[in-house]
């Protein structure tokens, strides 16, 4: 009787030693410890779970910004940055006297050729 209940024992344990390593192969297979593709590892008292997340966002950029560019022609006159200028022998500040035009995007252009 002793006989048999050892080979029992044996029996089970080495049913229960092959299915865990049948699963073990299946988990390693799957990229995971166990959490269905999480990956998990404990380390020194703390537990580290690593995942793969896909974010989607849809984000709007204005790209359509009114931006002058130094040099070019807007509204009758030419756009020189906010920058004084030099016309018949004195300095005008930008935005300063007759030749600075006001433009609908908010900025001045040199008006006087």
């Known amino acids: 009787m002793k006989t048999q209940m050892i080979r029992g024992l044996i029996f089970v344990a080495a049913v229960l030693f092959g299915l865990t390593a049948a699963l073990s192969v299946a988990d390693a297979r799957r990229g995971g410890g166990g959490h269905r593709g999480g990956g998990g590892h404990i380390s020194r008292g703390h537990v580290g779970v690593h995942r ?3 974010v989607h966002r849809n984000i709007n950029v204005n790209r359509h910004i009114n ?21 018949h022998g004195r300095w005008w500040a930008y935005g300063v006297g007759s030749c600075w035009r006001w433009t609908p995007d908010g900025y001045y252009v040199w008006v006087c050729f």
């Open 52 to 54: 793969n997340v896909n």
């Open 67 to 87: 931006r002058a560019v130094v040099g070019h022609r807007y509204h009758g006159g030419i756009y020189y940055g906010h920058v004084r200028r030099y016309w």
